[in-house]
DNA sequence: ACAGTAAATTTACGCCGTATATTTAGGGAG
DNA sequence: CTCCCTAAATATACGGCGTAAATTTACTGT
């Protein structure tokens, strides 16, 4: 009805990543459309594309956007401390994990982390080809850390979830211990983390003993 | 209009299956839709909820039907020779690897695989929490490997695929030397990939030293 | 011969991203 | 003060997706 609105109520970019990683962080990725982003603004889904090219731009300013929250201390920080900081705004947004990787490079901030971390390896005697593989590496196994945390399903409705974490269960408990003693042994492992500092620990440590070794 | 035609010209949820696979290699994941698959035995889409549940039912079948074509030796295989039976089938298909790790657990041979590399962890003196993290890790980041292999864009589509590695390309090729110094220095393998091999051997060694020492 | 089941069809719905064309508020130049 | 350009939205429409529901018909077993 009435197309330019008076100034004072134009969209601004910026409040629209907000929105949308609201909507990420609490209803998940697949909540994120064109249509609810607008609807949260009252305004069409056409009215985005003057802000983003096209849904794919919107995501990956919403990778950049989180990766506004890295906190990498000034000095020097060695490989476990990016590496730590990365974890933590990734686990403060694990919907926008899934999505991190192809994106990464494209952000101020992930290609400055990306420096770091193959300068770092790079010093701990890599070859140029190795660092620039063992960062990839790196980043892709920190990123599925998250992405597959036990009890994490990529899926934000709580009924769907559950009912995903049940069939989980069934399956696993339904195993032959003879067959399966292993599986057997350490299903609970696999339907919740007893322990997230723990996990993460022991993941992060595995990653940088095999960089540090190879 | 024929609703149930003569036996001989049923539909087959193997050959359902084998089509799904053919379009995935050929044409990518999101080329794998249900009017498709459909539409290659001239046939309506809901057809195939006679022999799927759902979608997901479909792709969990297709990871399934992909771990056909795992080649364990017999006997006793270590770590690192389950993880490289692993890894051919997955280049074989690297379409299916992205939705390869929610369902591994949920096929039989992905149990069998998480067993046996289970208890390879164990054997090599990890807790039992330990050595399920560890298999978790382990597979995902194989399959990282996979999926971001340099060159690989997850499009199927050749014109599209151009596309993003041109705009890699330039992103990559742009950047200050004076700030970015290892990102230049490696900028090539970001773009593809100088030996196939090596960066395999590479990865997994990595992957499995980490765990060695964990 | 006939009932019951197996395996498809038809139709329809509500999502999605986005191409295209149109509308209008506001700011700068004459 | 007016005119015009452009910024920023709206309206409309399209084709694609997965799938719910009801219907139809070929075959199988009694």
């Known amino acids: 009805m009435t197309p330019r609105p008076p100034a004072s109520e134009r969209l601004d970019r910026g409040e629209l990543l907000s929105t949308a990683l609201a909507i990420a962080d609490t209803d998940g990725l697949d909540a994120v459309t064109l249509r609810r982003v607008a609807a949260d603004w009252s305004v069409t889904p056409m009215a985005l594309y003057w802000h983003f090219q096209h849904k794919d731009a919107l995501l990956d300013a919403l990778v950049e956007r989180m990766l506004d929250e890295l906190e990498l201390p000034g000095d020097e ?9 990365l974890l933590r705004v990734l686990r403060a947004h694990p919907a926008l994990a899934e999505i991190t990787p192809i994106r990464l490079m494209r952000t101020d901030a992930g290609l400055d982390m990306g420096e770091r971390v193959v300068g770092l390896l790079r010093a701990e005697g890599h070859s140029p080809v190795a660092a620039a593989q063992l960062s990839v590496l790196l980043l892709n196994a920190l ?3 998250v992405i597959r945390q036990p009890g ?5 409705d709580p009924v769907q979830r559950d009912a995903l974490l049940a069939a989980k269960r069934a399956r696993l408990k339904s195993l032959d211990p003879q067959a399966f003693p292993h599986l ?6 696999f339907l919740g983390l007893p322990d997230e500092q723990e996990y993460y620990e022991r993941g ?8 540090r070794l190879s």
Chains 1, 2 share one sequence.
């Open 77 to 85: 920080p060695d490989l476990r401390t990016v590496m730590t900081a």
């Open 143 to 145: 990123i599925a850390l």
């Open 152 to 156: 994490e399903t990529a899926v934000a």
């Open 184 to 189: 057997t042994e350490t299903a609970d492992f």
């Open 204 to 211: 992060l440590t595995m990653l940088l003993n095999g960089v």
